[in-house]
């Protein structure tokens, strides 16, 4: 194995020209949009600063690409496959240096045994692992943690072979695998007793401090937590860069790198992923209510005045140089919103209500109603709600009659409650949003109950977040609701923003 140049070494031009389009070749791939111009300045900003110093390249990129915020995270994970730390394996590279040197110094001598990489116990590599990691976990050595992830990757992370299974390169490298046989968060106990064993020997001569064992208590476990989920992240930076020199660097980036926030799916998103969601709620609802706004400034010109367009015209000779419009007060809208809060399409509906009550100033009225397979208004739930989504839920579930004697969907009996009971709530300048997966459990739709809310409404739509096509299988009755009200695909975040910001009257 070669030994490769060193961090600093320059790069030829050519390759790392094409490293850099690939590189926002595949920012793009996961939505960010990045211009020509942006590229142009990414590609002055390496030129400048050279690859000598991976984390000012690192937040130079960023500046010159980015430009809204939740797209770091996208940005950090691509930016670790392209511009990787090393190549290969970095215990072989520091034999292969080893032997090089060695060498060097003396070509005739035979190459050192204990270079030659001897096998060794996985259980004592293991413990000589934890030990180590107990070490650098407790002296917060960052230099040291990502050299423990590369040798932990290289140890317990490879799967596979050239021929598992019969089937040839099916390998590759596992951060699961790797954290797995490692166990680092079990290391919480070693690392606080290796931290307060150095604390104490510090201060022996310094006398005791009583409020400092309660302090230690309280704020060191957080730390080292915070540690340990550091080091799991290099972890799973090493796999990945690994298995990217196995399988492609575009094509791993393509499929391993997480979405953004506003891409990810809100039926597939999990317990951390909706709660970054609802922290980007805030700013989706500000740049949508900017939106809206210049919206409504546009649409109070109206239409042309012909008459006092004509006496304008007089001073210039008959051509009407300055028309003159019938000037309008558009009046806010009022927004129903109608949600199905059962388990399946919970997270989609929270969200969206968040988003509504962010928004509540660009609407004259909201009203929102909550079913299952019983409506009931639950505006003021919303209202003294807060912005705990979870415990917003919770009230719905447990304080409105959502619910009849079973908890399963039943978007008929829903429907049909809210036109028997609730119809008032709708008029000539309401906009009406349902949102909902439209999985009846083979229940009747009750479509007539629909048609006579989208015969009330100024306008209906059913935000489903459920991909097209999925819509009509099962128990869906999709299909049949969309022949009486446009649906709409809101399978995540961004979708939900561009449908609010073209569809909403103004």
Known sequence: MTVPPPSGAPAAPADLAARLTAFVRSLRTHGLRIGPSETVDAAAVLAVLGLAEREQVRAGLAAALLRTDGQRGVFDAAFDLFFPLGVGDPEAVRRASAQQAAHTADPDAPAPADLAGPEQDPAALREDLRARLVAALAADDRAALAGLAGEAVAAFGRYGGAGAAGRPGNDGWSAYQTLGRLAPETLLARVLAALRAGASAGSADAGPDPAAPDLADHVLPDEIRRRIQGFRALVATEARRR?????????????????????????????????ELRRTVHPLARKLATRLAARRRRAARGRIDLRRTLRRSLSTGGVPLRPAHRLRRPARPELVLLCDVSGSVAGFSDFTLLLV????????????????????EVTDLLTRGGGDPAALARRILTEAKVMGHHGNSDYGSALGEFAERHLDAVGPRTAVLILGDARNNYRDPHLPALRLIAARARQVHWLNPEQPSLWGTGDSAAPAYAEVVPMHCCRNARRLGEFVARLLPV
């Open 243 to 275: 298995a990217a020199e196995l399988r492609g660097t575009e094509r791993l980036a393509e499929r391993a790198v997480a979405p953004s926030p506003d891409r990810i799916d809100f039926l597939t998103a999990g317990r951390d992923q909706l709660a």
């Open 357 to 376: 009550q962010a928004m509540r100033d660009q609407f004259s009225k909201v009203r929102v109603f909550a079913f299952v397979n019983r409506t009931a």
